[in-house]
């Protein structure tokens, strides 16, 4: 701010984009368990990796996949005479992401 540079944070919520595609970040995931030393698989149990491949397939699904809401707030902190210092992009950054970023880190840790 001192030296008149502005910023501005875009927190997007859920977007089908080939990073969130389950079939890459299962693979990927797989490939970093099958190098973990054997004891730390031990202590996380295969029901971890299991759980994360549910939950990828799942966080997927209810993703959006128009990027317009991402590419328009863009547009606005690149754009706008006076841009917004923070822009939630999509219906679950507006509800869930955001508020949760004013909370302390243990409450969202926990949520």
């Known amino acids: 701010r001192p030296f008149g540079v502005r910023v501005s944070i875009i927190e997007p919520g859920g977007f089908r984009t080939a990073m969130t595609d389950p079939a890459t ?5 797989e490939r970093l368990w099958e190098g973990l030393p054997a004891e730390t698989r031990a202590a996380y149990g295969r029901h971890y990796l299991e759980t994360y491949t549910k939950n990828s397939v799942l966080l997927y699904r ?3 996949p128009r990027l317009s809401p991402v590419t328009g707030a863009a547009q606005h902190a690149l754009l706008a005479p006076s841009p917004r210092g923070r822009y939630a992009a999509g219906w679950d950054a507006r509800f869930l992401l955001l508020p949760l970023s ?10």
């Open 25 to 29: 970040l299962v693979k990927g995931f």
């Open 102 to 111: 004013y909370c302390p880190a243990w409450l969202s840790d926990a949520v």
């Open 62 to 64: 209810l993703s959006s």
